[in-house]
């Protein structure tokens, strides 16, 4: 029997899972700006010295902690659906969501071939899940 709510609710989890990690690697990354300009002389001073600024810097901390909760919703999500398609199907939006978020910040917008590519690996992954 087919369970349309079942699947609802994995469709969800995959979208969901996919924006967390697709628009927040551009908040990331402006998040840790600045932490090339941290230099101590040796290497556990160095990383603590970056860990510090980091964990202590909100711009990183709070996108960072909406990425790893995508992850929960994605092994949540796991449960229900095949890896097989699981994978695909997130990695393919959560680039699309990246590259969305990042031209909403101001970064580059995708070439025509970008684009193309975007387009073919969203048409592949549709391929592989209806055959």
Known sequence: MFDVAALFQTC???????L????TNPFIKRGSEGLE???RDSWLGQTLAEAYFLFTNWKYVVPLAINLSGSAVYYYTLSSAEITIAV?????L????T???GT?????APTRKELIGMFLVV???????TS
């Not at 909403?104 to 580059?108: D, N, R, S």
């Open 12 to 18: 969800a989890g995959f979208i969901l899972t996919a």
């Open 20 to 23: 967390c990690w697709g628009f």
């Open 37 to 39: 300009k941290i230099k």
């Open 88 to 92: 695909p199907i997130t990695n393919s």
């Open 94 to 97: 959560t680039l699309i969501f």
């Open 99 to 101: 590259l969305l978020a």
């Open 104 to 108: 909403l910040l101001g970064e580059p």
């Open 123 to 129: 048409s592949g992954v549709a391929l592989c899940i």
